[in-house]
């Protein structure tokens, strides 16, 4: 069963937002991008790309991602998946979740690193906005 870009993200979200100890916020800000979601336990940030195919693209976004992350992932449908994708989310240290939307479940494939290229500054940029994100939305909960 082929599935859209947006119900992998909508789905997976779900799933993610019953993870204990980690507050979910979509579509968060970096640079002229958007990241597709971030989860943040304490003063950790955790990115999340969502894609069905264009994986390259993803790790270009990914990159990014860890300017600011402490670590980051793919999330893709759980599916067979390329040996070069895995070897270049390994060199620039992300993991891959694929998601099982049948079961509603994420399987962890590849685990992250922690970001070796994360500029502080961007981090504090990232946890400012969050923080004023979850100030206004009035709860624990950023997730709309």
């Given at each position: 069963?082929?599935?859209?870009?947006?119900?992998?993200?909508?789905?997976?979200?779900?799933?993610?937002?019953?993870?204990?100890?980690?507050?979910?916020?979509?579509?968060?800000?970096?640079?002229?991008?958007?990241?597709?979601?971030?989860?943040?336990?304490?003063?950790?940030?955790?990115?999340?790309?969502?894609?069905?195919?264009?994986?390259?693209?993803?790790?270009?976004?990914?990159?990014?991602?860890?300017?600011?992350?402490?670590?980051?992932?793919?999330?893709m449908p759980?599916?067979?998946?390329?040996?070069?994708?895995?070897?270049?989310?390994?060199?620039?240290?992300?993991?891959?979740w694929l998601?099982?939307?049948?079961?509603?479940?994420?399987?962890?494939?590849?685990a992250p690193?922690?970001?070796?290229?994360?500029?502080?500054?961007?981090?504090?940029?990232?946890?400012?906005?969050?923080?004023?994100?979850?100030?206004?939305?009035?709860?624990?909960?950023?997730?709309?």
């Amino acid at each position: 069963m082929a599935i859209l870009e947006d119900v992998l993200s909508q789905e997976a979200l779900r799933v993610l937002c019953l993870m204990e100890d980690y507050e979910v916020f979509k579509e968060v800000p970096l640079y002229n991008r958007s990241i597709d979601a971030v989860l943040l336990k304490g003063e950790e940030i955790i990115t999340v790309e969502f894609k069905i195919k264009d994986w390259r693209r993803a790790v270009s976004q990914i990159k990014t991602h860890l300017l600011a992350a402490d670590y980051s992932y793919l999330c893709m449908p759980e599916k067979k998946i390329p040996y070069e994708l895995i070897d270049l989310l390994s060199k620039i240290g992300a993991g891959l979740w694929l998601f099982n939307i049948d079961e509603k479940k994420i399987i962890e494939h590849l685990a992250p690193k922690h970001s070796f290229i994360q500029h502080p500054d961007l981090k504090e940029k990232i946890l400012n906005y969050l923080s004023e994100k979850e100030e206004a939305s009035g709860n624990s909960q950023a997730l709309d």
